[in-house]
């Protein structure tokens, strides 16, 4: 072949990967064509693509070609295998010794299937290993500038479309999962209203009748003290009725000039109590400097109390919560920090907790922090949760800086 | 306190009995009825000086009926039932002129303090 038609033909093989890149939405048929082409030009006997899970940090077969089905089902692999030296990560990688070379895994199969030489070819975004193509050559053999430029560019190439098919897919992903979410609260808002009428039917009854017996039964008789009971659990049905509509009705805030500070004072006021009756520790960290924000009060009083009775809850006697403000200049936002030593949230929980009906206590309605999510969510805030198991758990909300004449100080200044 | 007529209009009797109940052993002389269209009618030939009303009956819009009450004139007075617990509920049925709002459920005393309240004016012995 002479020098201009192998040049013809390694840019015909380029344009052939560059149009399945553009044409095809799905990675498995780039990465085929990619695995095949390479194997074609560089007259190969295969080739193997393995692409890294970023779940499991593994690198995982998804494509081969001119090797059989065995290949496909090839185990994953871990980075330090593939490439323990990242100074590496944008060259070919000979390997003409299967025999003793680390990276072969099975050097018997290979050798018995007429395999004499491998090339890897890292697939790198920047310092990032993201994949890796292995070519099987059966005769060993120099390659030449030009055929490692070729290759390197494919694999440039290849690392690109990987990333940005990988992120399509995970924008995907987490929109699916977004308009699941959609769905289930619009159903459950219409839901709702309906079990609290269909419910709150029967307990008028309950009510009614065992209030009014109450009054009839002689004092001290066992009586009176199960009708109190029913009473008072009649009633905590009807508070979490309550606590359900007020979570599916979608309420827009009602938002004025606030200082967060005095709205988590006067929701310590509030909870205080309960403090003081567990003997749990409360520090108080507020900014001096904190400024005005367009805030609901109402609304950010609410979950401020939600998020401090779960912090009190989950602390034993004698534990401590701190509560904790900042103004983040810089990002143009205020943070509030509350702050545990209690029994803290399993991982498995955490993705949970903000979800309806999911509660870890024994007597929670699951709604405090999906309504405390909802909440803040309609101040464009965000509410973010970390926790180690039986150590602490912190909950911190950001909420924008909406200054709108209600700033006491520059917020336009600079940093 | 006088007592009064009293009219309960909700399609759920065990509601409509324990109102009986409590209203009747308070001296009050208490009819109910368990649809729209059969309130309507007890209102039309009856004389009663309070209506309660559940607002979600099978047959006629219980705001309807409370809309029906206030246009002909200032008695009855109505006390709006509902299961519905919420502000606006609330405050749609006040508009539309219900003297007072019983989110269910309710205790005996609730039930009987909203009844009181009514009166309360009328029993005051400045006013005879």
């Known amino acids: 072949m002479t020098s201009s038609t192998k040049f013809e033909n390694y840019f015909h093989v380029f344009r052939d990967i560059i149009r399945a890149m553009h044409s095809s939405t799905s990675v498995k048929e780039v990465l085929e064509e990619v695995v095949a082409k390479s194997t074609e030009v560089l007259s190969a006997k295969g080739a193997l693509l393995r692409i890294l899970n970023k779940e499991t940090n593994r690198f995982e077969v998804r494509a081969v070609y001119g090797m059989g089905e065995r290949y496909l089902h090839k185990g994953p692999v871990t980075t330090e295998k593939l490439l323990p030296d990242p100074r590496k990560l944008h060259k070919v990688i000979f390997i003409t010794d299967v025999w003793n070379a680390r990276r072969v895994e099975y050097p018997q199969q290979a050798w018995d299937e007429g395999i004499r030489m491998m090339l890897d070819v890292p697939l790198a975004i920047e310092d990032k290993l993201i994949g890796l193509i292995r070519i099987y050559l059966e005769k060993p053999r120099k390659f030449t500038d030009d055929e490692l430029d070729f290759i390197l560019t494919v694999a440039e190439q290849c690392a690109c479309i990987i990333e940005r098919v990988q992120l399509i897919e995970s924008q995907q992903t987490q929109f699916d999962h977004l308009a699941t979410q959609m769905e289930k609260m619009s159903s459950l808002g219409r839901m709702a209203a309906g079990i609290a009428h269909e419910i709150n039917n029967p307990l008028a009854g309950i009510l009614l009748y065992s209030s009014n017996m109450s009054k009839k039964v002689t004092q001290g008789s066992p009586l009176e003290e199960g009708l109190r009971i029913i009473i008072k659990e009649t009633q905590r049905c009807k508070t979490i009725i309550q606590g359900l509509l007020e979570f599916a009705r979608d309420r827009k805030p009602q938002k004025v000039p606030a200082d967060i500070n005095a709205i988590m004072e006067s929701a310590l006021g509030i909870v205080e109590n309960e403090f003081r009756l567990r003997h749990v520790g409360l520090e108080r960290e507020l900014a001096e400097d904190m400024v005005k924000t367009l805030l609901d009060e109402n609304q950010i009083e609410q979950v401020f109390i939600n998020l401090l009775l779960n912090a009190v809850h989950a602390v034993e006697e004698n534990g401590n919560v701190t509560v904790q403000s900042s103004v983040e200049s810089l990002h143009n936002k205020i943070q509030v920090e509350i702050t545990d030593n209690g029994c803290g949230i399993a991982a498995d929980d955490i993705k949970k907790i903000f979800e309806p009906f999911y509660s870890t206590k024994a007597k929670g309605t699951g709604l405090g922090l999906a309504v405390s999510y909802g909440i803040v969510k309609n101040h464009q805030g965000d509410i973010r949760v970390y926790s180690v198991l039986g150590e602490i758990t912190r909950f911190t909300i950001g909420l924008p800086i909406r200054a709108e004449n209600c700033s006491e100080r520059g917020l336009h200044e600079t940093a | ?128």
Do not use: W
């Open chain 2, 1 to 128: 306190m006088k007592p009064r007529r009293i009219l309960v209009i909700d399609d759920e009797s065990v509601i409509c009995d324990a109102c009986c109940l409590v209203l009747s052993e308070k001296g009050h002389s208490v009819d109910h009825c368990l649809t729209g269209n059969a309130g309507l009618l007890a209102i039309e030939g009856g004389t009663y000086n309070l209506i309660l009303l559940d607002v979600k009956l099978p047959d006629v819009d219980g705001m309807e009926i409370l809309k029906s009450v206030r246009e002909k004139g200032p008695v009855p007075v109505v006390i709006v039932m509902t299961g519905y617990s919420t502000m606006s509920n609330a405050l749609q049925a006040m508009k539309l002129g219900a003297a007072d709002y019983l989110a269910k459920p309710f205790t005996d005393d609730e039930l009987v303090e909203a009844v009181e309240k009514l009166f309360a004016y009328d029993d005051d012995s400045r006013y005879g």
